[in-house]
Nanobody, 120 residues
């Protein structure tokens, strides 16, 4: 079965850095784009960054451009989100996501999330 396991969250001061990871299993990781979302208290879940299956292309929400970098290691079935120059407004639960397509039907999968708190 598909499993996505996030790790690496924690408490960091404003201006600091953190890297979160998502270990994937149960599907052919190297064949699928991967995404990171986040959800802050009282807010809707939002797309933060996405990366293509080969890692050759990525895109970012305007709010994190220039500060966050998404990457992947297909040999390790892992996708990463490097977060620099963190701001209090980056505080959220960060989720890994993949959409698996079969016969034109897409099924989305989520991890359990990892909490990132930016505070002094």
């Amino acid at each position: 079965q598909v499993q996505l396991v996030e790790s690496g969250g924690g408490l960091v001061q404003p201006g600091g850095s953190l890297r979160v990871s998502c270990a994937a299993s149960g599907f052919t990781f190297s064949s699928y784009s991967m995404s990171w979302y986040r959800q802050a208290p009282g807010k809707e879940r939002e797309l933060v960054a996405a990366i293509t299956s080969t890692g050759g292309s990525s895109n970012y929400a305007d709010s994190v451009k220039g500060r966050f970098t998404i990457s992947r290691d297909n040999a390790k079935n892992t996708v990463y989100l490097q977060m620099n120059s963190l701001k209090p407004e980056d505080t959220a639960v960060y989720y890994c996501n993949v959409v698996l397509w079969t016969a034109g039907w897409g099924q989305g999968y989520w991890g359990q999330g990892t909490q990132v708190t930016v505070s002094s």
